[in-house]
């Protein structure tokens, strides 16, 4: 058919219209079952016997490979269904996947959540996470495992690939889903929620949010790298593009030389483990312009040096993502003047200082959904944005 580029059976003869297409060849299978594959692939990544297939994106393999141990698929369930045994949890019917082209990651965790709740999946892609997910696909083919349940897990996923200017296939797709994920910018979410739907077809839409840090100097240590290893990590991690990733730190202060030397370690941290020529991934010029933008905010630290950026802004302000390994750097008094500057645009909030409960509830209501310690940020969770996908995708029914 035109546009199904994967499928276990390399179907020429797909069609929309025939019911058995999208037969739950999971609805039987114990969830336990559908762990252990997974959990399987993640032992061959570990012991390297499956890296040699990987053509293109290992970082992500090995994410998903941490991702799908035992230990933490079976923490996402209980964390989103809560096990309880007067409620029982089936599978909605057909799952699609509307994919954002940025972060091809996303795609393969939100089909491993379809099939952990023993959906069937129709993921759309973009060309930019193609390959990706593909490969993993044919990864899984290769994993030795019980033969009948591997062709049911594998028959409950087709991949699709299509332009954004095709709308009667889109609403074809659509119409035909029992739940939608929606991955993208506000624009595309809002393209896609206009699809022709069911009645009661469930949506999950995860737009853009963007995160940040608060940071305590009353917690750190000058002479311990690791708080400052970990803010690199979490800001440079899926190339800055992913929601989790912060594009701000807040740093607590009434010192200004304590926050300079933090600024200044900071510096060092990102500008040894990046380097410029294998991590710049836009052109001078085009850095050059947005640091001639951005130049009026604040100062920038490492002018030499274009493979990131770290500004230390003038006023107390979350500014806008700029993205290529930028980092705003803001001192700021007390909680109370961050939760000044904190809205429903800010996602996730990384911290490393001791979070009260009435701190915690303060930023909830102001439309933050997920707070961490730093070094979790980008630790991906079945409740994203304050949705249980597992709970959306699952259908309830009581037994008393």
Known sequence: MKY?????????????NNEKEFNLHLKDVKTDEIINFFNKYSDFF??????????????????IATWCKKENLRRQIEISLQNNSKINFSPVGVVSHWMSGNIPTLGILSMILGLISRNFNIIKLSSNSFNTVYE??????????KKNLKEKILKSVLIFRFPRSDTEFSNMLSE????????????????????KKKLFTRDLKFGEKNSLIIFDLKFYNQNDSSSCEKIFKETTIFEQRACTCPHNILVIS?????????????????????????NLRTNLSEIMKMRYLISKEGEIINKNNFSYTLIKSKKAKIFKPIYNNSLFVTKVRNKNQILKLISEENQTVGYNLKID???????????????V?????????TVWDGESILGQISRHSIIS
């Open 4 to 16: 199904l580029e994967w499928s276990f059976n390399k179907k020429n003869n797909f069609s929309f």
């Open 46 to 63: 570990f012991q390297k016997k499956i890296i040699e297939f990987s053509k293109h994106n290992t970082k992500a393999f090995y994410y």
């Open 136 to 145: 993993f696909l044919e990864i899984l083919k290769k994993i030795p495992f």
């Open 176 to 195: 035909i889903s029992d739940a939608r994920i929606i991955w993208g910018n506000n624009e595309t979410i809002s393209n896609i929620s206009d699809y």
């Open 254 to 278: 009434n010192s200004n030389k304590k926050f300079e030397i933090f600024i200044s370690k900071l510096n060092r941290i990102f500008e040894k483990n990046l380097n410029e020529t294998k």
């Open 357 to 371: 409960k009435n701190f915690s509830n303060e930023l909830i209501s102001k439309g933050v959904t997920r707070i």
């Open 373 to 381: 310690p730093i070094g979790n940020m980008s630790n991906f969770e």
